[in-house]
Nanobody, 124 residues
C-alpha cells in the first residue's frame, strides 16, 4: 500500500505561483509513475501532469503547458508541481496519484493510490 500526503496549497492572486508537494510512502517510489489531477466543484477529476519513474518523461494537460512543471526527487519520495501564471480557472482541489505499473495515463482510473487532495484557490 502507498500513502500520499499533499502540501503547499492555498490562496493566491491571478498571476501568482504555488508549489505543491506530494510525499509518498513505499520503498519502491522510484519505480512508480506519478500524476497530478485536479477537481473543481461540479466537474470531473482531470489530468494535470504526469511524470515517469526516472523523471525524464513528463506530460501535461494543454491547459497548463508552459505554466506548470512537474518534477520528482526519488531520494525524498516526493513529487512536486510548480505552478506559475495561475488563473482563476486553476482553482480546484489538487490530488497526487500513483500508478504502480506502466507509463503516464490521463485517465484517473489508471491510477492505483490517491492523496486526499489540497485546495488551490486563485482570485482574480
Amino acid at each position: 500500500q502507498v500513502q500520499l500526503v499533499e502540501s503547499g496549497g492555498g490562496s493566491v492572486e491571478a498571476g501568482g505561483s504555488l508549489r505543491l508537494s506530494c510525499a509518498a510512502s513505499g520503498r519502491t517510489f522510484s519505480s512508480y509513475t506519478m500524476g497530478w489531477f485536479r477537481q473543481a466543484p461540479g466537474k470531473e477529476r482531470e489530468f494535470v501532469a504526469g511524470i515517469r519513474w526516472g523523471g525524464s518523461i513528463t506530460d501535461y494537460a494543454n491547459s497548463v503547458k508552459g505554466r506548470f512543471t512537474i518534477s520528482r526527487d526519488n531520494a525524498k519520495n516526493t513529487v512536486y508541481l510548480q505552478m506559475s501564471g495561475l488563473k482563476p480557472e486553476d482553482t480546484a482541489v489538487y490530488h497526487c496519484a500513483v500508478r504502480l505499473y506502466g507509463t503516464i495515463y490521463i485517465s484517473p482510473a489508471q491510477y492505483d493510490y490517491w492523496g486526499q487532495g489540497i485546495q488551490v484557490t486563485v482570485s482574480s
